[in-house]
Each structure stands twice: as C-alpha cells, then as structure tokens.
C-alpha cells in the first residue's frame, strides 16, 4: 500500500484519489491546505487522511508520496520541499514553469533517492504503444494534436477577474494546461523535436487564450493548437508515406483509424479505460513498488522535452510568467 | 454569349469548358497549345472552338475572354498578353507568383478596360454569405482553415522526377496550390491580415510539400495547413464568444454546424451546387455581362490580400521560385 498525501483541494485532486484508491495500492493518509478548514473538508470522507495546514507538519508525516495539484507556479517549490523530505512527488502536468526547475527537481530526487513524476496522464495511455508498433513500418510525414476546450473560468475572466489559470502569476494559460497534452503526444510518439515555435492569441499580461505552433523534427513537422477561450471538435491525425492515422484525440484516446491512400482504412485496437486517470496511476504504483528506473528515466527524457518545448513556444510567442528567471 | 478561349489543356480545362457550357453563357472558340496536335485533340469535340499553336493568331481571335490554366509561373506573362490585346482574363488560381505581378496586371486590365479576374473558387461560393450573415452578431476569436490531399503527382515525384506543381520553375507547391483555398477563406470572411507567416516542409528547391502557417488579425488569429504529400480528414473551424462553427471543407463548403457552449448546435442552410466550379463560372458571366466593376474591385480586394499573404508567407518559408525578383 502506498500511502500518499495531497496538496490542493480542486476537482483534479478528488479524482485523483478516487482512481488511486479504485487500484487499492494507495491509501490517501493526509491532506495539505494552508486553510486548516478546506484541509479538513476535503479529508473528511477517507478514514485513513488527517488534515493539516502546517507545512512542515505534513511533510514530517509518514508518506510515500505526495499527489501535488496546486496552481502550477507553486508546484517546483512544493516538489522541491516533498523531495528533501524524502517522498515521491507525484506532479500535476505542467510540474514545472522552466527546464532549470525540472533539472533541480531531478536531482533532488536522484540525491534522495525518490522519484519525481509528472501527472501528465496522456503519456501514460497504453494507446501510444498501438500506434507505436503500428507506425513501426511507416515513414511519418507530419502530424497535428490539439486540444481546445472552453474554460469554465472564461466567464470570471470576461466579468474582469483573473482565475488563476489565465494568471502570470500562476504560469496560466492555453499552452500551459492544454497545450501540454499535445505537446506530450508528440513527445511520446517522436520524441524532441529540433526546433519549436507558438503564436498566441494573449491577454494584456502576455497569458495565452489559444495559440498555434509547430515542432519541427527535421524530416516531418507537428502542428499543435490549444485554447481555452473556445472548444475546437476536430480530430487528431498522423501523416504517413502509406495514408493518414486519425484519432479522435492526443489525450484519452478512444479510437484510431488509419486511411490508406486508396480509401481503404482499418481500425487499431485501442482499449482505453474509461477512467482517463487510470493509466498514469497504475504506472505510479509500478514504477513506485517496483522501482522502475529505466522506465522513471524514460519518462523523465519526455518531461525534459516537453518543458523545454514550452519554455522555448513562451520565448517565441512572448509568454511571461512572474516566476520567469530575469 | 461569351466567345472564349482556353490556354492549357488539363483536366481543369476540359472541367472549366463543361462547367462553363453547362451555363448556356459561355461558348468554347479558341484552343491554345504550344503543340497544334494538342490543341486540335482538345478542341475536337467542340464544334465552335478552333486550334491554335500560333500565340499572335490566338491572341488576335475575336474572343471576350480567355481562360488561363497553364502551369502557375506562365499565367503572368499570358495573362498580361490576354489584357493587351482587350480580352478578359480568367486566371486559374495562384492568379500570380507576386504582389508587383498583380499590381501590373491590374493596371493594364484597367488601361485596356478589361476584367482580370482569378479563378480561386471557393471565393465565389454563395456558403460563405450565409456564413458571413450568420456571423455578424458574433466575435470571432480564431478559426482553422486546411485543405491537404495526397497530390497524384506524388508517385512521380518519389520516382524522382520533378513535376511542374512540385518545380520552382513553375511555382509549385501546397501553399500555392492548396493553401491558396485557406487563404481565400480567411480574406473572404476576415479581409486582409496583419501579420502571416509559414513553416514548411520543403523539397531541396525549397518548394513546400506541406505547411502549417497563421494570419494574425490582431484580436485573432486564423490557422492553416496545406500538404501535397499527405492528406487530412479534418473539418475547418470558426470560433466565435457564442461557440463554434464547424465546416466540412473550406473550399466546396457543403455543410456548417454551429454548436453553442451549451452543446446544442445548428445547421446554417448551405445550398451548395455539385458542381464546385460552376459559382465562379456564375460569377465570371454577371461581372463580364453586366460591368460590374463593383464586384470586381471587392474581388480585386481580396486577390491583392491573397497574394500579398502568399508571398509574404513564402518569405517567412524560405519558399524560392525561379521568377521571384532578385
């Protein structure tokens, strides 16, 4: 049994739990708010979790991990304090806001011997292996992910408040939260790109409502698109020298096609479960019993991809986070 | 009746000549061809339209209008002999290589009271009135214009020879012959943009095999994707405050689907004829009818947007043809 504590009390943490205690491998033992009361609000339906607003009294406690799901911006320090402690932190996608935080953070780790582990659930998807082999004997051509979802903060945002996910402060935005997914599909599936760029659509603190941009490997390019200021409905695809791979999205993948230039097509067998946390919770509970390090190390060279990838779509579309190094 | 020409003997030709007889306004008189023996084959199943080889003699017919669809680097030069010699010019798309070349063409076209009109015919699709009608209490906020299909020159040019839409020399690529349709689509609803720019994957002659590129309006921004060596499935999208427009295609627009935040959705009434180039041939016969120089001059609008974009795109590529100036 893995005991776990979590820091952050949204939606995002709640089903985090839920799907850790569906495996019944981990067991939610304390719970992290700076309001003594939110703390104990969230932890009062598991048995097992004792609230706590003191922080250095939460990381004293006896955990095997920690689940952090605060607002991006805080997620390096706090990862940071989890690892000395001597925990494995599992991180909320994006887990840092720069490379040189993620560097940090691998070597804390590495020091005390713990891992640190991105939530960015598509990585995880079991699918990226089908279309993997599948793409084996393929020449890829190119490819576009996207991911696009009206904001359930739009209307804050619109009534002239700044939720935190279109904050600078908090290292908000479209490519932040959304873009992210496509950037790991791409990351998974090609592994870093050569070059990247992104132009935004912004908000008057340089914060990113939707954007395109593109990875170029060289021999083929990847279109991405991300927005949370409106919900785009259109697939995903891969371009090979045999036909077009259409997906019905770079996260959650529930069905992929492959058209051939004749018109013919087949379907790959994807078996997603429908929990679309799942996959990257029992990959946690692997690599934390098992400790997989080849396959931590593996993980962690996507995570150094795709942050640098951000890093470099901010620089070229002028996104600045408060936290950004001057 | 309209006594026409026809320079270039493929099979847009012969759809040009079906669609424009299918009006009862139009009437084939002139075939053009470097080879007689090719323009005689062309013009023999039509009993009104005699062969030429000679370019004087064709040039010197009694025609009103000629229509141009030779390979892409030859339309300027053969249009501006159309002009001079007082005929109207009805250019296949791309219209011209260059802005300057649009500039000379429009001046000699009005010198020579005559029309230059461009063959790109999504621009006359009725589908995007309805749109445009159905999106004026709207605030748009981005939209996503593709069209990518897998070129059947592409054997070929695997094979290792270099087809004229794959050649510098012509003018070749999928901006210019497929990404011209997204532009249009954008400057047809949108106008001119601020700012574009493109990312290609280029053959060594630097001509495109596909691209993702954007237009910058300012308060949003427009997506393309143009490929020749691949093709996409996905729909076109317009993204507004109240939800998003769903389009099957951004040139042949048969279908467009409105869903709102809220998930409900709407079908906007596009009545699109089966046949996708006979709105043009419609418009081509009411502007040379009737003089509608107002018409023209919008059309001219948008032609000088398409093009300035075109070429200030190929810029940003590093897109090189053999007739750009030096």
New interface residues.
């Given amino acids: 049994m893995i005991r776990f504590g979590v820091i952050g009390s949204s939606f995002i943490s709640q089903k985090f739990i839920e799907t850790a205690h569906s495996t019944q491998k981990f067991q939610l033992s304390a719970v992290f708010s700076r309001q003594l009361e939110r703390a104990q609000e969230f932890a009062a339906p598991f048995q097992s979790a004792q609230a706590f607003a003191d922080w250095q009294e939460f990381l004293a406690q006896d955990l095997d991990a920690i689940y952090i799901a605060s607002p991006n911006a805080l997620h390096y320090e706090q990862a940071k304090a989890v690892l000395l402690a001597g925990k494995h932190a599992i991180v909320e996608k994006p887990m840092v806001c720069h490379p040189d935080q993620l560097a940090e953070l691998l070597r804390i780790a590495k020091e005390n011997k713990v891992f640190l582990l991105e939530a960015a659930r598509n990585t995880y998807e079991a699918a990226f292996e089908s279309i993997g082999s599948f793409l084996r004997n393929h020449t890829i051509?190119?490819a576009?992910f996207s991911y696009a979802k009206?904001s359930s903060k739009m209307p804050e945002l619109l009534a002239g408040t700044k939720p935190n996910i279109f904050s600078e402060k908090m290292a908000g935005g479209a490519l932040m939260d959304l873009g992210v997914y496509a950037l790991y599909a791409s990351v998974t599936l090609f592994g870093p790109a050569q070059k990247v760029?992104y132009?935004a659509?912004q908000l008057p603190n340089t914060v990113d409502?939707?954007?395109?941009g593109?990875l170029?490997y060289g021999?083929?390019?990847v279109?991405i698109?991300a927005?949370k200021?409106?919900?785009?409905?259109?697939?995903n695809?891969i371009?090979?020298d045999k036909?077009?791979l259409?997906l019905d999205s770079c996260q959650h993948i529930q069905k992929a096609t492959f058209?051939y230039?004749d018109g013919s097509h087949i379907d790959l067998d994807i078996q997603a479960p429908s929990n679309n946390m799942l996959e990257e919770c029992l990959s946690f509970i692997h690599i934390i019993e098992n400790g997989d390090q080849a396959l931590a190390d593996s993980l962690t060279q996507r995570a150094e991809a795709v942050h640098q990838a951000l890093y470099d779509m901010r620089q070229v579309a002028g996104i600045h986070f408060s936290s950004d190094p001057i």
Same sequence: chains 1, 2.
Avoid: I, P
């Fill in positions: 051509l190119g576009q009206y760029a132009q659509q409502l939707n954007g395109f593109y170029d021999h083929f390019q279109g698109f927005g200021n409106l919900t785009s409905t259109l697939a695809e371009y090979t036909g077009t259409v058209y230039h």
